[in-house]
């Protein structure tokens, strides 16, 4: 299983932004997928997740409001709209998923088999 994320880029305080992940083959078979961001010097920290059946989402406090996780109907693929966004957000941003993941453990960023490669998103102020 391949994660490609994708949609990153620079912005001023206040915009938007769409990031992608695709994944290699169907994730029907992966109960979750999520974002994770990491900033310099920082440790990596759930951003929001999805169950890819139930299309249930789940966010980190900082992330309630202002982003919006999906998928589209191929299960191929997860979006992270971005709104609102904060200096603070700068961080590379990685898509993670996993089949045999429990809802507990969402959150936390060594639960996850699959990841992508990550994606910078750096907000100006």
């Known amino acids: 299983v391949q994660l490609q994320a994708s949609g990153g880029g620079l912005v001023q305080a206040g915009g938007s932004l769409r990031l992608s992940c695709a994944s290699s083959a169907r994730t029907s078979g992966r109960v979750y997928m999520s974002w994770f961001r990491q900033a310099p010097a920082k440790e990596r920290e759930f951003v929001a997740g999805i169950n890819m059946n139930s299309r249930r989402t789940y966010y980190a406090d900082f992330a309630e409001g202002r982003f919006t996780i999906s998928r589209d109907d191929a299960k191929s693929t997860v979006f992270l709209q971005m709104n609102s966004l904060k200096p603070d957000d700068t961080a590379v941003y990685y898509c993670?998923?996993?089949?045999?993941?429990?809802?507990?453990?969402?959150?936390?960023?060594?639960?996850?088999?699959?990841w992508g490669q990550g994606t910078q998103v750096t907000v100006s102020s």
């Open positions: 993670a998923a996993d089949s045999t993941i429990i809802l507990s453990s969402i959150r936390f960023a060594s639960a996850y088999n699959y």
